[in-house]
């Protein structure tokens, strides 16, 4: 069973930093992608940013430029630093991982790829 674990969360006032971290453990043979989405009330889950295990970058164009994604392939792990937010950003952050692991199923065990979400940590951006 693979875990997201996310912290970093929580209330910062207009133009201030955060930084989110999410950290993928359990039976995980290698990392793809990782990234944060976010979904803020009333509107559907959006992309913020993801990077790939070889280090390619995708950012959403409301934080680009204002916030930087990177990864520690070793522990599996993946930050996202925030700055100067605004009140927009609000919302509830969920990091997703892209992995090959394996899995019990019917009897024996088998490998394949799996894409798995956190629990979601909120930010709040006061104005």
């Known amino acids: 069973q693979v875990q997201l674990v996310e912290s970093g969360g929580g209330l910062v006032q207009a133009g201030g930093s955060l930084r989110l971290s999410c950290a993928a453990s359990?039976?995980?043979?290698?990392?793809?992608?990782m990234g944060w989405y976010r979904q803020a009330p009333g509107k559907q889950r959006e992309l913020v940013a993801t990077?790939?295990?070889?280090?390619?970058?995708n950012y959403a164009d409301s934080v680009k430029g204002r916030s930087t994604i990177s990864r520690d392939n070793a522990k599996n792990t993946v930050y996202l630093q925030m700055n100067s937010l605004k009140p927009e950003d609000t919302a509830v952050y969920y990091c997703?991982?892209?992995?090959?692991?394996?899995?019990?199923?019917?009897?024996?065990?088998?490998?394949?790829?799996?894409?798995?979400w956190g629990q979601g940590t909120q930010v709040t951006v006061s104005s």
């Open positions: 997703n991982a892209e992995f090959l692991g394996t899995e019990y199923y019917d009897g024996s065990y088998r490998d394949r790829d799996f894409n798995s």
């Open positions: 359990g039976s995980i043979f290698s990392v793809h992608r």
């Open positions: 990077i790939t295990s070889g280090g390619t970058i």
